[in-house]
């Protein structure tokens, strides 16, 4: 444990030094990604292993799903416009941009 932060400590170290000596030298160094949207949900009752799928979906206006079902969970955040989820056997919900849902 204490080796590994050890070695955490070393790495962000170098980075740091490497970073600011590009920009010492005159390099112009490109921004960061921005953070538009983190969507984070607890795990409870994990299997063993379990696989992650990540899918963007473009819906056009009026288009829609059929009742469905998944292998597992899934979280879906709405980056752009609004959507209605209307869960089986649940209340719809009017999501916007930014708003996500299990």
Do not use: K, W
């Amino acid at each position: 444990m204490m080796r590994s932060r050890m070695l955490v400590t070393a790495v962000v170290a170098v980075l740091a030094v490497l970073v600011s000596s590009g920009a010492a030298l005159g390099q112009t160094v490109p921004p960061g990604p921005t953070l538009v949207y983190r969507t984070s949900m607890e795990v409870t009752n994990a299997p063993a292993a379990f696989d992650v799928i990540n899918l963007v979906l473009d819906f056009a206006p009026g288009a829609q799903t059929p009742v469905h079902t998944h292998g597992g969970h899934g979280i879906a955040t709405v980056l752009e416009g609004e959507i209605v989820h209307r869960p089986q056997g649940g209340e719809a919900r009017r999501l916007v941009a930014g708003e996500s849902f299990l």
